[in-house]
């Protein structure tokens, strides 16, 4: 029972990851873009939530909605104005822009916040737990999960049944074809990376009322994002969501045996998938 009751905190944990890896994943898939920067994003859009909450007294879950519109704006201008210039066949460019990137929204938010942990008050729902047969499970957690579950669901189907999912694929499978049919790859990819930055306050919002959170745990947040994106296959984003609950499974495993051992259980996780998929479990969502 004790073991059942672990794996299953572990796949709820999961879906955590997967909130963190998802934003990560769309952008990556459309523009091969990887943004060192994303676990900043993340905690700033924290922040924002819990500015809103202490400001204007909202729920949480209200909060996140009104930070939802601010943070499509910041992705869009960011793209837009920023990383569109990186973009090309060399993929150093963006990684040293975003890295720096990285380090200027860490020490602003130290300016702003200092360096004090801080949490998203969230009530009784903090404490609030369900019985699912011979376990019983936190409300915030399942929330968290159906969350993730709901949010790959989401992204699948505006990627693959909507007009703009379909700009998203032929621009990035040939940007220069796309543009010919009218299709404009900068804005396009702007909106893109303003939906992932959706994606990331959904994420946010989970991550401030589970946890305390500071403005230098995001380079921590984004190795999680990294190892389920890779551990699914890049681009994939069913497989970003598995990635995040072997990564879960793995922490709480670990964490049962022995709690020093969490971290690197989900590292050793992540180690082993590579070591029998080198390219993920979902090798053709890059192709």
């Known amino acids: 029972?004790?073991?059942?009751?672990?794996?299953?905190?572990?796949?709820?944990?999961?879906?955590?990851?997967?909130?963190?890896?998802?934003?990560?994943?769309?952008?990556?898939?459309?523009?091969?873009?990887?943004?060192?920067a994303h676990g900043d994003l993340l905690v700033m859009a924290a922040f924002l939530i819990l500015v809103i909450v202490t400001m204007f007294?909202?729920?949480?879950?209200?909060?996140?909605?009104?930070?939802?519109?601010?943070?499509?704006?910041?992705?869009?201008?960011?793209?837009?104005?920023?990383?569109?210039?990186?973009?090309?066949?060399?993929i150093l460019p963006p990684l040293l822009v975003t890295f720096g990137l990285s380090i200027v929204i860490q020490n602003a938010l130290l300016e702003g916040?200092?360096?004090?942990?801080?949490?998203?008050?969230?009530?009784?729902?903090?404490?609030?737990?369900?019985?699912?047969?011979?376990?019983?499970?936190g409300l915030m957690p399942l929330l968290t999960f159906l969350s993730a579950v709901a949010?790959?669901?989401?992204?699948?189907?505006?990627?693959?049944?909507?007009?703009?999912?379909?700009?998203?694929?032929a621009t990035s499978d040939d940007a220069v074809t796309a543009g010919l049919m009218g299709v404009e790859p900068h804005r396009l990819f702007a909106t893109a990376t303003g939906?992932?930055?959706?994606?990331?306050?959904?994420?946010?919002?989970?991550?401030?009322?589970?946890?305390?959170?500071?403005?230098?745990i995001g380079p921590a947040r984004l190795i999680y994002a990294?190892?389920?994106?890779?551990?699914?296959?890049?681009?994939?984003?069913?497989?970003?969501?598995?990635?995040?609950i072997i990564i879960g499974v793995a922490q709480t495993v670990g964490a049962a045996i022995?709690?020093?051992?969490?971290?690197?259980?989900?590292?050793l996780a992540f180690l082993l998938v590579l070591l029998i998929r080198p390219r993920g479990l979902f090798p053709r969502a890059v192709d």
């Open 1 to 36: 029972m004790i073991w059942l009751d672990t794996i299953l905190q572990g796949v709820l944990l999961g879906g955590l990851y997967a909130l963190f890896a998802a934003g990560l994943s769309l952008v990556f898939g459309i523009m091969r873009l990887v943004n060192l």
């Open 57 to 90: 007294g909202l729920n949480p879950f209200l909060a996140a909605l009104v930070a939802l519109p601010i943070m499509f704006a910041i992705g869009w201008s960011l793209q837009y104005f920023i990383l569109n210039r990186t973009l090309g066949d060399d």
């Open 113 to 137: 916040f200092s360096a004090d942990s801080r949490r998203v008050p969230a009530g009784t729902l903090e404490t609030m737990s369900l019985p699912l047969g011979p376990v019983t499970v």
């Open 151 to 169: 949010v790959i669901v989401a992204l699948n189907q505006l990627f693959y049944r909507s007009e703009l999912g379909r700009a998203f694929r």
């Open 195 to 216: 939906i992932a930055m959706v994606v990331v306050t959904i994420a946010a919002l989970y991550l401030g009322t589970r946890a305390n959170f500071d403005p230098t």
């Open 226 to 244: 990294f190892e389920a994106v890779i551990i699914g296959g890049l681009g994939s984003l069913w497989g970003t969501l598995l990635g995040g």
């Open 258 to 267: 022995n709690p020093e051992w969490q971290i690197l259980s989900g590292h």
